[in-house]
């Protein structure tokens, strides 16, 4: 009886974790706005070993009574923590972590991750869901990005730079900013054309590239290339990095460039050289040309010129 309800027990965390699984990827996937039915507090938390961290998570959902808590790893993959059913916790074991407050609706929950180590590092996710109705969609959280600070490691922010488009492109030019020196990798890009924000044409790698004990990443911003060519309009990176405390936004702008026919100025110079050159070896061999015709003339006309005399010398000793 005890094994059996265990088994059942064990089968039905089973059942929540692949549903919630998928439905993670779904909503990830698709970038759904039915998360801004669970509202999840702070974005960003950064904080030293041996701390404590708490994340907050409220849902507007009617009949939804269960909050549960996720931990998202390095590898992608998600981990339960445990989960809140109205007033009471359930934190899986092994998991330093306690739930507090309530799980129904307009009320707060609260996960508490004590004891901080570099492996707590990760970002936490929380999920509303109706305990009774299974059948109903899990809706998440936007995630908590914990960075627990390693030891010797100044928190410093970017340096960015943004980079004009290559020449080499014609109908579409993509500009590239680069946000380097930066720790943790706590960062968000935006761009600017004219001071509008732009969101699609937009590509930022995923995550931060580490190296040594800073991060770094860039982001694309590709428009076509008549808006490039305009040297009154301007072209702004914006990276928003957290400190800790407080959001700090890095900017670096560019403006466009005057369009040179299509052509970039040496390209146009190699054109008019390579021209050059060819006239130069066409007149050169219609030259050459010229002076073998009159070399080979000259020659005929002294063969004829020899052959005749030689008739003349042959018919006279005839
Ligand atoms: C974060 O930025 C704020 C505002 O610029 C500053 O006062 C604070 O000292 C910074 N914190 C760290 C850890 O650098």
């Known amino acids: 009886m005890i094994l059996y309800s265990a088994v059942q027990q064990i089968s039905k965390h089973i059942m929540i974790f692949l549903f919630l699984s998928i439905t993670l990827n779904i909503v990830l996937v698709s970038g759904s706005s039915l998360s801004d039915k669970v509202n999840q507090t702070p974005a960003h938390m950064c904080n030293n070993p041996g701390q404590t961290a708490k994340i907050s998570c409220s849902h507007s959902i009617q009949n939804y009574d269960q909050i549960l808590w996720y931990k998202q790893t390095k590898n992608r993959q998600l981990q339960l923590l445990g989960y809140m059913l109205a007033n009471a916790g359930y934190p899986e074991t092994g998991q330093n972590v306690s739930m507090g407050g309530s799980a129904d609706k307009d009320k707060t929950s609260t996960l508490t991750i004590e004891g901080l180590s570099l492996n707590s590092s990760g970002v936490y996710f929380c999920a509303a869901r109706a305990q009774c109705d299974t059948g109903r969609e899990a809706y998440f959280g936007k995630g908590a990005k914990l960075t627990v600070l390693e030891p010797d490691h100044d928190v410093t922010p970017p340096t960015v730079q ?157």
């Open 162 to 318: 943004v980079f004009k488009p290559s020449e080499k492109e014609c109908k579409v030019k993509t500009l590239v900013c680069v946000a380097s020196g930066f720790y943790p990798d706590h960062v968000s890009v935006s761009w600017e054309v004219d001071g509008v924000t732009e969101t699609d044409s937009v590509a930022t790698d995923n995550t931060a590239l580490r190296e040594g004990k800073h991060y770094s990443l860039s982001s694309r911003l590709t428009v076509q290339s008549k808006t490039w060519f305009k040297p009154s309009r301007t072209f702004t990176c914006r990276v928003s990095f957290f400190n800790g405390t407080d959001t700090i936004d890095v900017e670096d702008s560019i403006t466009g460039e005057t369009d040179s026919g299509g052509m970039p100025n040496d390209t146009k110079m190699k054109i008019m050289q390579n021209a050059k050159l060819t006239y130069s070896v066409l007149i050169a061999k219609s030259f050459i040309y010229g002076v073998f015709i009159m070399f080979l003339v000259w020659k005929l006309k002294g063969l004829s010129g020899k052959q005749s005399s030689r008739e003349r010398s042959c018919g006279l000793n005839n």
